[in-house]
């Protein structure tokens, strides 16, 4: 019995939500990593750490910025070596993912935080892609790879990087199917990737990149003009731009919003004055993701209801964004059509909360 009204609404909204198929758009493998999972690997992996329990870790997350959550997200990877490890990481993904509904994962990857410390690129992706076939094989969870390039290093080492995974592609070519963007905004405008944004583009990639987190809605505009993305990762600030917002509307972009990542990275001070709910409503292609859900504080599931209470959201916005993180996918055209009638036959028959 729940204890409470409110506890019993609060069920009823996150049974509601969890039985909704959705797709996961805006989530790095390297945020999923447990704090647990972080001492279990070190042990393994003997990696001596600067914390002595897995509650005083816990306690670090107290983010100012994006840059304080990210000098930690570094050091976490550090324990990640064997393509075992990335395995663990990803199908400890898959499970808490598909215990939320959702049925399909866009996946972002960073390279470059594992080939600096001397793991090679192919224990990376073996490791990844040898969980979600598995996924796919097991209990039909799909998904696709976002191989991304960190902002903070040269366009040059962004080169370096993709030359060093291109062998691999026809390998992964089930799996690793677009290029992100991410790590520290301000200060690394799209411009900087133009050059290797293009090659990518012209190698048939699909193209993601973060804008518009922290950095200004300029940002965004330059995302889509100079590196030619289909989303934008975050997107928050594109409502300084009015003339932005109209052309996200009109050309229904996505956004991959993750509310609990803004709140805890300080990029809004409260859910309640979040503007995912208005954005919504001006018919901007708003989808809901979790981003770092082991840094953050909640998976998908998480970010639905918060933003849901927070924000008022009534049970027909709540299928909308699900239907939306079907569609803004990469998914072919017939699976996008068939994860829609799912959703649309559960929503026929579920009691909204
Ligand atoms: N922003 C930029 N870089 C990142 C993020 C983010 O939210 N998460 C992981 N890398
Ligand atoms: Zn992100």
Redesign the pocket.
């Known amino acids: 019995m729940p204890a409470s009204p409110s506890a019993a609404s609060a069920d009823a909204l996150a049974e509601f939500v969890r039985r909704l198929p959705k797709a996961e758009l805006?989530l790095?493998i390297?945020?999923t990593l447990e704090p647990e999972l972080i001492f279990r690997l070190a042990r393994r992996n003997h990696v001596a750490l600067p914390y002595d329990s897995v509650e005083s870790l816990r306690a670090a997350y107290a983010f100012t910025n994006?840059q304080s959550?990210?000098d930690l997200?570094y050091a976490g990877a550090g324990v990640l070596l064997t393509e075992q490890d990335f395995h663990d990481l990803t199908a400890a993904y898959v499970q808490r993912a598909r215990a939320d509904g959702v049925v399909h994962a866009e996946i972002?990857f960073?390279p470059q935080t594992h080939t600096a410390r001397g793991v090679a690129i192919e224990t990376v992706f073996a490791g990844i892609a040898g969980a979600l076939r598995e996924a796919r094989d097991r209990h039909g969870f799909t998904s696709c790879l976002l191989m991304?390039f960190?902002?903070h290093l040269s366009e040059q080492d962004a080169f370096e990087t993709l030359e060093a995974a291109l062998p691999l592609r026809k390998q992964y070519a089930d799996l690793w199917i677009g290029i992100g963007l991410?790590?520290?905004?301000r200060g690394n405008p799209p411009e900087k990737f133009a050059r290797v944004f293009a090659r990518c583009r012209e190698l048939g990639f699909r193209l993601v990149a973060?804008a518009g987190?922290?950095g200004p809605a300029a940002y965004v505009g330059d995302a889509l003009d100079l590196l030619h993305v289909e989303r934008i990762?975050?997107g928050v600030h594109s409502e300084e731009d009015p003339a932005l917002m109209r052309r996200l509307a009109s050309q229904r972009i996505p956004l991959t919003v993750?509310p609990l990542?803004n709140l805890k990275?300080r990029v809004v001070d409260d859910l309640s004055r979040h503007n995912l709910a208005r954005m919504l409503r001006a018919g901007v292609n708003v989808t809901l993701n979790s981003?770092?859900p082991a840094y953050f504080g909640g998976y998908v599931l998480d970010n639905y209801v918060a933003s849901a209470r927070a924000l008022s959201l009534s049970p027909v916005e709540i299928g909308q964004l699900a239907a939306n993180s079907l569609a803004a996918s990469f998914l072919p055209d017939a699976d996008k059509a068939r994860l829609a009638r799912d959703l649309a036959s559960v929503l026929a028959q579920c009691p909204a909360p």
Not at 182 to 185: F, G, I, N, P, V
């Open positions: 805006h790095h390297e945020g994006l959550f990210l997200y972002m960073d991304s960190l902002r991410d790590s520290a905004e973060h987190e922290e990762d975050h993750c990542s990275l981003d770092d």
